[in-house]
């Protein structure tokens, strides 16, 4: 897969980012005797410990249009102790995607007999989401569980991401706002590595950031996750806090696109 020179700079940005969260103790370099200028590691000490040469390293971190192999990308991997998704994220932004991703075409419409599952489901909350997070398909009662979710639609899709940071009701009904904005954030990121240049994610990201000082502030510190099924504490009318238990399954030959479902813990299984 083919570097654009956006995906460069944040193959560089991402490596600059996870250099600067490990000290020299946690990898058994000793201490310096001049004050250390810079958070984490520094560029030539990573080198060494990836067994690359510092000067090369340098240029990669830069964004200079150089390529690097899998091999390299393995030792940078274990050397900045990246997780799973993360290592799968550097590997994409450095043009290593699996030929499935890296030939993709462009997102096929919904199917019909996919969108009504949502409706199917009804009434526990379900909706289906796209890589970017546009709401792609939903039923009632996920409208009732997060209000204005299509607000600020206008002629565009329903976006998941864009209701977190930009709408206000969004912070009343995510009781755990924060840590549940910093995973979606995470979680863009990761889709987003997987399609450089494609303007779904690079509008959405910018409106985000123009909307949000916590996407401003938070956007730089390079956090990858994938989507993955959890708990979430919401706030709800007439009932207060509720802990739901959600569930996402990726759809088979569409596995950007996500059927996302709730489930109330009070009520009783099956």
Known sequence: MQQ???QRRELGA?????RER???DEVGLPHAGRRRRTPGLRREELALLAGISATWYTYLEQGRDIRASEQV???LA???RLGRHERGHLFRLAGHAPAS???????EPLAAEVAAVPLLLQPHPAYIIGGNYDVLSRNRAADELFPNLTAAAAERPANFARWVFLEPAARDVLVDWELDARGLLARLRTL????????RYTRLIDELRAGSPEMRAWWPQYDVQARRSGRKRLRCPG?????FAYTAFHLAEQPDRTLVIYRDDREPAG
Request: zero cysteines.
């Open 14 to 18: 991402f490596l600059r980012s996870r």
């Open 78 to 80: 274990s050397a900045l």
């Open 73 to 75: 990308l393995d030792a």
């Open 4 to 6: 654009q020179p956006d």
């Open 239 to 243: 009932r207060g806090v509720v802990e």
């Open 101 to 107: 991703e890296a030939e993709a075409d462009e997102p």
């Open 22 to 24: 490990i000290t020299p």
């Open 192 to 199: 987003a590595g997987r399609h450089p240049g494609d303007l």
